[in-house]
């Protein structure tokens, strides 16, 4: 079967185009014939039909490479983020949650019935379910101002790991949102929880959290990823073929949330030392 993702022909838009996930998106979807406008604050190498600069710190950015966007985008993938430190849990809040979820909302009015939007979490998001309460207060907030003003007045919910914060978040707001974009203009939005990947940002995570945790977190596959695995999970839940799939969250961690609800993972392991 020719084209059996459905992506011939088709425009996409990938955020964090330079590099990792994002890169590695954009490379798949090229091969299966889409047409891929990246984004990313870096340049980009790999072939795409238009690169556009974006910030997700600065909303003027946003505004601006929204609209350099032309005719229609069948699907999204926002891969674009910050690992933590040496960013501030205010910037990884910001770029990861804010500032996507204003990209996000800008472009999808270019965005017909039967698209598509798949948003990078991660592992490190579970828990959610928890902090939801006080999520739906954040999600009440309308456009990059309000939020980043909800952020500084709450920062109980963030301050000291803003990584998972932002992550928890993006869970969250693909399980809420989810309804209304597919009930008011028949877009699909979901969202992927990578495991540990090998990626240019791993080692802003081994030396945030120690080798050891991040290590804890590989699942029972018991390697790192690599960009191009988690690049196929968003691609395939991102297409024609998961019609059927609204407001997931997908677990491309190896195996590591089943062993952690069953119980088969110590906890105990992934918790720093005193």
């Not at 040496?86 to 949650?97: A, H, Q, R, S, Y």
């Not at 800008?106 to 939801?132: C, D, E, F, H, R």
């Amino acid at each position: 079967m020719d084209n059996v993702l459905g992506y011939q022909g088709k425009r996409a838009v990938v955020t964090g185009a330079a590099s990792g996930m994002g890169a590695a998106t954009a490379e798949v979807l090229a091969e299966l014939g889409a047409e891929v406008i990246g984004m990313d604050r870096a340049p980009i190498a790999v072939a795409v039909q238009q690169a556009i600069a974006i910030d997700l710190l600065d909303p003027a950015s946003i505004e601006a490479a929204a609209g350099q966007i032309e005719g229609d985008v069948h699907a999204f993938f926002n891969c674009a983020g910050l690992p933590g430190p040496p960013f501030t849990d205010l910037e990884t809040m910001l770029v990861n949650f804010i500032g996507g979820r204003q990209l996000i909302e800008t472009v999808a009015p270019k965005m017909p019935s039967g698209s598509s939007i798949v948003y990078v979490a991660s592992a490190g998001g579970i828990g959610w379910q928890s902090n939801l309460a006080a999520f739906m207060d954040l999600f009440a907030t309308d456009g990059y101002g309000a939020g980043k003003d909800w952020l500084e007045a709450h920062p109980e919910l963030w301050e000291g790991n803003g990584y998972a914060a932002s992550k928890q978040a993006i869970n969250a707001w693909t399980a809420w949102r989810s309804v209304g974009m597919m009930r008011d203009n028949g877009i699909r939005l979901n969202c992927t929880n990578p495991g540990p990947t090998s990626t240019a940002m791993m080692p802003f995570f081994h030396d945030a959290v120690g080798k050891s945790l991040v290590d804890a977190a590989m699942g029972p596959v018991g390697r790192y990823s690599t960009p191009e695995e988690q690049a196929w999970a968003m691609v395939l839940l991102g297409s024609e073929r998961a019609s059927y799939v609204v407001g997931e969250s997908l677990y491309a961690d190896g195996g590591f949330y089943g062993a952690l609800q069953t119980g088969q993972i110590d906890f105990s392991h992934l918790m720093p030392s005193d």
